[in-house]
């Protein structure tokens, strides 16, 4: 299957910083890509979906100004988590499809982010 | 609104066993069906989908799913478990037509040699 990568893989910032991660396909070009978060023990959530070159659509109850997503090319989208506070520390995991509607999501590794 | 349950949040099982991993959704048409596996490190992997056509589902690594729509379910059942096997195993659903996965809580799969 496809190969979708993140960086970093983790990251511990203080709090009121900001922290990117990125997400990456490294061998075909993703249309669409998605950002979930993970908490311990629970189900991972959508947070928005974005396609290239254009905003990026957020689910209900995420703070588009406090996670930016940008999509500029085929094949990079990045999180940027800004004024981090403990409460968002969590797993954040990206996954990004080719084409079509309903064509297979590959996921990356994921990133935990620790905001102390 | 849609929602998939996944009843069992920890399986125990032995090598060699057999294996039934439960997940009910809610959702007023067919969605779209899958099931993931998340090892530590790796990003989740599709075991095996379903769209539309016969309701049992061959996957990946042995791996196969029975969709019943009476039951609104859609069980990933193996016949031999191996220890490679242990991991996070997560059913999800897509509405019809979106891409929008919705995932259960997942079931943590242990097994013993």
């Known amino acids: 299957g496809a190969v979708v990568s993140q960086h970093p893989s983790w990251v511990i910032c203080k709090s009121g910083t900001s922290v990117k991660i990125e997400c990456r396909s490294l061998?075909?070009?993703?249309?669409?890509m998605f950002w979930y978060r993970q908490f311990p023990k629970q189900s991972l959530m959508l947070m928005a979906t974005?396609?290239?070159?254009?905003?990026?659509?957020?689910e209900q109850g995420v703070e588009k100004d406090k996670f930016l997503i940008n999509h500029a090319s085929l094949t990079l989208s990045t999180l940027t988590v800004t004024s981090a506070h403990p409460e968002d520390s969590s797993f954040y995991i990206c996954?990004?499809?080719?084409?079509?509607?309903?064509?297979?999501?590959?996921f990356g590794p994921g990133t935990r982010l620790t905001v102390l | 609104a849609q929602s998939v349950t996944q009843p069992d949040i920890h399986i125990t099982v032995s090598e060699g066993a057999s294996l039934e991993l439960r997940c009910n959704y809610s959702?007023?048409?067919?969605?779209?069906l899958f099931w993931y596996v998340q090892s530590p490190g790796q990003g989740l992997q599709l075991l095996l989908k379903?769209?539309?056509?016969?309701?049992l589902v061959q996957g990946i690594k042995g791996f196969e799913a029975e969709f019943k729509r009476s039951q609104s379910s859609f069980n990933l059942r193996k016949p031999s478990v191996h220890w490679s096997d242990a991991a996070e195993y997560f059913c999800?659903?897509?509405?019809?037509?979106?891409?929008?996965?919705?995932f259960g809580t997942g079931t943590r799969l242990q097994v013993f040699p």
């Open positions: 999800a659903v897509a509405p019809y037509n979106t891409d929008k996965l919705i």
């Open positions: 974005s396609n290239e070159g254009s905003k990026a659509t957020y």
């Open positions: 959702y007023g048409a067919t969605p779209y």
């Open positions: 061998d075909f070009q993703a249309t669409t």
């Open positions: 996954s990004a499809r080719d084409s079509l509607v309903g064509s297979e999501q590959f």
């Open positions: 379903y769209f539309s056509g016969d309701t």
